[in-house]
């Protein structure tokens, strides 16, 4: 199901992912933050890089969502 917001939204997503700071904030989970700091940094890239939107992991089109693997860990 997709609204006449939905391609704006997906844009500032977007955006936001690639921008973090400049964006949008960042923010990382407790998890993510406890890993070390070259962990953390590739974790951070792999996201602002991420693409790979579906109708699975992205039903509405808002590029809001997405996971990612690192160190053979899923991160959401």
């Known amino acids: 199901m997709t609204t006449p917001n939905t391609k704006?939204?997906?844009?500032?997503?977007?955006?936001?992912?690639?921008?973090?700071?400049?964006a949008g904030r960042l923010y990382l989970t407790e998890g993510v933050a406890a890993l070390?700091?070259?962990?953390?940094?590739?974790?951070?890239?792999?996201?602002?890089?991420?693409?790979?939107?579906?109708p699975d992991n992205d039903p509405y089109g808002?590029?809001?969502?997405?996971?990612?693997?690192h160190s053979g860990e899923k991160i959401f």
């Open 62 to 69: 808002e590029h809001d969502f997405g996971a990612l693997t």
């Open 36 to 54: 070390p700091a070259c962990d953390q940094s590739a974790i951070c890239e792999k996201a602002q890089r991420f693409e790979n939107f579906t």
């Open 8 to 22: 704006r939204i997906a844009e500032l997503n977007e955006l936001c992912r690639r921008a973090p700071g400049l």
